[in-house]
């Protein structure tokens, strides 16, 4: 027998460095902690600083004078008679008036070229809107073109040598000429949130890409929630353990594990070549992605339904419910906020996918805000990198911008889901 | 089949059975076991048990852990079903009908044959529903007030409506662990069961709540057989008329409860009871 004393002393021995090992494995996972939240950090302020510009628009203001004889139209003009008047002849002898001295052909296109292409229909749109304002001249806020809307926002430096400044002396001073006057502003960019892409960067707006994304989630998750669930529950309570059912659930593993283009392909051979379903659809799409999240949604829902104590289920069962009534009154319910969370985990997979989406057309340049399900669309993932790729400078701070609203999207779901598995969990 | 069997069939049946000492078989029997093995894949758990189990008494099976005598319990409701490799042999009647027969509805043989649990497992659900499911699922009722009727007499059967009547509405899972296990036992009742399995139902329970168990054990055997599982072995004593005990899946010995424990007839059965081993 060891002596009372010498044990103690080894205990004591042996406690310093249990402790010490104890407080390195604290430190060394408050240190990854706090790493993977820097990242974050740098991502998340790295992309708002880039985004900010994105938000706001700059604008001129011109005095347009609405005469109704040089229109050709009246107040009482129909729709149709008023969408086929030219606008932007308006537009342009405004543009004149403020500045008479110009006449060269050039400088008259540097001139014109410094309110949006979409100037006329902002026009347009107005004049339809109140017919009023036929007959008199007003000031109207037009949307800038996008060099206009950099230099102003400091993108493009007014000190750089002419010959490496994208907007040369001669349109800085007519910019400078209205800055003098009080005619550019800088408003909130709410057109980034109504509209849907564009070539033009200053026109180009998210609200198509968010829709898509919306239309192709609620297929995906109409088509994976009940089919998923079921499979777990058939899976997991009522399938017999045989070979079959092990061959299947290897499969189901492999499935979540194939890339992800692989499904747009077969989307694109099965659901667009034979089944004849619309190109770029969100419809299409849907169904890509939920096979995709087919698998991560059995897997999670399956782990869940296991963690259900078989105390439940003995419960039900030993007062003579049946397998059916055990399962869907105690097991489902037990089981149901592990299955949101698995489900969650798939839609977020699913929102930030791209490459299957490429292979089924949602990579087209759309500029109609999708409607339904069966019209064409993109997503905000595509979105973004087709901001990315476009050459335009504008596009720079849409595409941190479409980024800004993806993670806004994604934080939006997740926390709707956090709240339905709080309401589920309330139940215990 | 065996409630008119004369003493003497009984005796000879015993001589050819051979292995368990005492009276294992009784006249007016409710449950009848005869022969019963249970495999788990290739391990047998239970040797050739033939056991009778009579109306309104309460029956004692106790014995050394891993015996066998919980999964002897669950073979009379066919809880082993849900347990793939679990296969039961022998026959297993219930007032004469073999409940492993084909034609047998496990469903409804699990309405008739009641089970209360080792641990307290309550639904997640209020004292109400608690009480009320199983004859929601059986539709014993045709109506709201009836099933309201049920449930109170339910509750007052297992001597729980006092302590609960003012929060019907609140979770069965915010009850303290004995008033769990009585919730568990009226509503095990509210189904109106002819026979009360419990294994080990005051196992996870204090003195007091076990106390009230126990007298609850007593008052239900007016209406029902009763076959309890129980590691205490002064429990069998309080609230068993016969004991049974198991030994490494063989039943030993079984008695009147008084004899067992003041004069038991096996070597086995003794030294367990004494505390020599178990």
Redesign the interface.
Known sequence: MIDKNTMTVKVEKSLKKRYLKEKIFKSMGFISVAVAFLFLLMLISDITIKALPAFVQTQIILQVDLNEQDLGITQQSSVDEIRQVDFRRVIRAALKKQFPQVKKRKQKKDLYSLVSVGAEYQLRDLVLENREILGTTLNVTFIADDDVDALIKGAIDRNDEESGRRVKDFKLNLIETLEKHGQIEKNFNWQFFSSGDSREPELAGIKGAVLGSLYTLLVTLLMTFPVAVSAAIYLEEFA??NRMVDFIEININNLAAVPSIVFGLLGLAVFINFFELPRSAPIVGGIVLSLMTLPTIIIASRSAIKAV?P????????????KM?TVF??VF??ALPGILTGTIIGMAQALGETAPLLMIGMVAFIVDIPQSVTDPATVLPIQVYLWADSPERGFLEKTSAAILVLIAFLITMNAIAIYLRKKFEK?? | MNNNTDQKTLDSMHAEHGKTVGQPFCKDAKFSTRNVDVFYADNQAIYDVSLDMGKNEVIALIGPSGCGKSTYLRCLNRMNDTIDICKVTGQLLLDGQDIYAKEQDPVLLRARVGMVFQKPNPFPKSIYDNVAYGPRIHGLTSNKAELDDLVEESLIKAGLINEVKDRLDSPGTGLSGGQQQRLCIARTIAVQPEVILMDEPASALDPIATAIIEELISELRKNYTIVIVTHSMQQAARVSQRTAYFHLGKLIEVGETNQIFTNPAHDLTEKYITGRFG
Do not use: D, F, I, V
């Open positions: 017999p353990k104590p105390s439940l289920r003995e419960a039900a069962l030993g007062l003579g419910a049946s009534q009154h105690h319910p037990a139940k215990w």
